[in-house]
Every structure is written in C-alpha cells, then in structure tokens.
C-alpha cells in the first residue's frame, strides 16, 4: 500500500512471544530510497533478554520471512541496508533500513523467540 508513489506505508504488527508481551508502533512510513528506524519493546525478564529478536515481513503465503535477527543472520537482499540494535537493559530492541524499495512496502513485524518464519524468501 502506498499513499503516494513517493511514500511507502509500512505496516508493523506487534506479536507475544511465550515469555511477555512485545509491542511497538502499528504503522511506520517512509521514502522510497529513504530510511526508517522501528523501535519494539518488550518486558524485561531473563528469557526476553536472552530470547532471539528479528525483523521479518510477512508474505501472502502467511510465512514471515526473517530480514535481520540477532543471531547474526541478514537477508541477502538487505545486507548493507538493516541493522537491528538489542538494548536488553532498557527493553527494547531497534531495527533501521535505509534505501528504502517501493517493494519493500507491507506487514512487517518485530517478534521475538520461535514465531513460524523461514530465514530466505
């Protein structure tokens, strides 16, 4: 979905990993060819702390394809382009993109722990 052929409006859909709730923005925007930085939040215990995050975008098939995790994984097609910041004391974790894609552009999440996903698209 686009609100001009300029901006991409980005979708961000909170999820809730077994241990706590995780939670952030529900709609990002940003340029093509510009950036945008997501921040999520989540509760501060010993298994959110410790729990892998990541970044992926859900597809029509339902999959949510990972983009960038803290387990040092980056999508190809993103490499160069994402960084994902984990702040455990503060709760929250970051991800930025730049060089934003007119098919970059729907659901994106920030989930942590097992959420179903696949690590290439």
């Known amino acids: 979905m686009f609100t001009s052929l300029t901006n991409a409006l980005l979708p961000s859909f909170p999820k809730e990993p077994a241990s706590?709730?995780?939670?952030?923005?529900?709609?990002?925007?940003?340029?093509?060819?510009?950036?945008?930085?997501?921040?999520?939040?989540?509760?501060?215990?010993?298994?959110?702390?410790?729990?892998?995050?990541?970044?992926c975008k859900r597809k029509r098939d339902g999959i949510c394809?990972?983009?960038?995790?803290?387990?040092?994984?980056?999508?190809?097609?993103?490499?160069?382009?994402?960084?994902?910041?984990?702040?455990?004391?503060?709760?929250?974790?970051?991800?930025t993109m730049t060089q934003l894609k007119a098919r970059g552009s729907g659901g994106l999440l920030c989930p942590m722990g097992s959420l179903p996903h696949q690590t290439s698209s």
């Open 20 to 55: 706590s709730t995780l939670y952030g923005p529900r709609f990002l925007t940003g340029a093509v060819g510009g950036s945008i930085t997501h921040q999520c939040f989540y509760s501060i215990t010993p298994a959110n702390r410790h729990d892998r995050k990541f970044w």
């Open 65 to 95: 394809y990972t983009i960038i995790s803290t387990t040092n994984f980056i999508a190809e097609d993103h490499m160069g382009r994402v960084a994902l910041e984990d702040v455990p004391q503060n709760g929250t974790f970051m991800v």
